[in-house]
Nanobody, 121 residues
């Protein structure tokens, strides 16, 4: 069994900061990539940021220069530092992990349960 446990969401004023964390646990052979997606009410889920095991990153244009994704490979954990938050960043943020797992070394895509980020004055 593999689990993704997220933390760090909450309520923040415009211009504020939050840091999200997501830890993957279980019979993980290899982490290929981890990332964050978000879904606002009435909208489709969208990629926010992603980081590969080699450290390559990509960001949505809407968060470039404000959000930073990083990882701790030893802990199978990914972080999202969110600065200069805007009202439109309000959404449920989901952790995603591209993992190779189990004794058969199968590759699967996993999702966290989601954490609410609300930007409001």
């Amino acid at each position: 069994q593999v689990q993704l446990v997220e933390s760090g969401g909450g309520l923040v004023q415009p211009g504020g900061s939050l840091r999200l964390s997501c830890a993957a646990s279980g019979s993980i052979f290899r982490v290929n990539a981890m990332g964050w997606y978000r879904q606002a009410p009435g909208k489709e889920r969208e990629l926010v940021a992603r980081i590969t095991s080699g450290g390559s990153t990509n960001y949505a244009d809407t968060v470039k220069g404000r959000f930073t994704i990083s990882s701790d490979n030893a802990k199978n954990t990914v972080y999202l530092q969110m600065n200069s938050l805007k009202l439109e960043d309000t959404a449920v943020y989901y952790c995603n992990a591209d993992l190779v797992v189990g004794s058969w070394h199968n590759r699967y895509d996993y999702w966290g349960q989601g954490t609410q980020v609300t930007v409001s004055s």
